[in-house]
T-cell receptor
Framework: RKEVEQDPGPFNVPEGATVAFNCTYS??????FFWYRQDCRKEPKLLMS???SGNEDGRFTAQLNRASQYISLLIRDSKLSDSATYLC????????????FGQGTELSVKP | DAGVIQSPRHEVTEMGQEVTLRCKPI?????LFWYRQTMMRGLELLIY????????DSGMPEDRFSAKMPNASFSTLKIQPSEPRDSAVYFC??????????FGQGTRLTVV
């Protein structure tokens, strides 16, 4: 299994739809996870941190399944402005502070 | 805080030339990361530092790449000699105690 793996998409959804992305990871010792958002030609920016079973922030919900080693990001009532690439981030092995990014999942929300 | 500051924002250079990218992390952060992003390979970690000490440089593609962090507020990534396949966006990021990382705006490098 790759250190971090995401479905690259693109996911094309209409406004108002609910969309979910999954991310699998190989390091079973990882304790904290992150979802980042990257707009075209911009730097990645933190969207959510996931330290326990999950986290919710408005329309966004992140869930962690340690047994199956995956995290998910759910976006409800999607907006045009949600169009971006969503990157899953997992700490590297040995708790050394290394952060490993997935390839990203591209989301396009259409009117 | 101004965030992570990178310079230059854009760099166009000829093959064979030396390129130096610069980064100023967020004050107080103890981790600094250099990433490279291309369409084909996504975001790759090149090297990272903890308290100015390189911890893992396994992502540095070859000896043409080198990185330094002489103090807590400055780091450089150098490519010598540069090649067209080095063309990419290079991001610097910093974090506190290995939590979430904050990125600079990146340097878009084009080697012709």
């Amino acid at each position: 299994r790759k250190e971090v793996e995401q479905d690259p998409g693109p996911f094309n959804v209409p406004e108002g739809a609910t969309v979910a992305f999954n991310c699998t990871y190989s390091n079973s010792a990882s304790q904290s996870f992150f979802w980042y958002r990257q707009d075209c030609r911009k730097e990645p920016k933190l969207l959510m941190s996931v330290y326990s079973s999950g986290n919710e922030d408005g329309r966004f919900t992140a869930q962690l399944n340690r047994a199956s080693q995956y995290i998910s990001l759910l976006i409800r009532d999607s907006k045009l402005s949600d169009s971006a690439t969503y990157l899953c981030v997992v700490p590297g092995p040995n708790q050394g502070g290394k952060l490993i990014f997935g390839q990203g999942t591209e989301l396009s929300v259409k009117p | 805080d101004a965030g992570v500051i990178q310079s230059p924002r854009h760099e166009v250079t000829e093959m064979g030339q030396e390129v130096t990218l610069r980064c100023k992390p967020i004050s107080g952060h103890d981790y600094l990361f250099w990433y490279r992003q291309t369409m084909m390979r996504g975001l790759e970690l090149l090297i990272y530092f903890n308290n100015n000490v390189p911890i893992d440089d396994s992502g540095m593609p070859e000896d043409r790449f080198s990185a330094k962090m002489p103090n807590a507020s400055f780091s450089t990534l150098k490519i010598q000699p540069s090649e067209p396949r080095d063309s990419a966006v290079y991001f610097c990021a910093s974090s506190l105690a290995a939590t979430e990382a904050f990125f600079g705006q990146g340097t878009r490098l084009t080697v012709v």
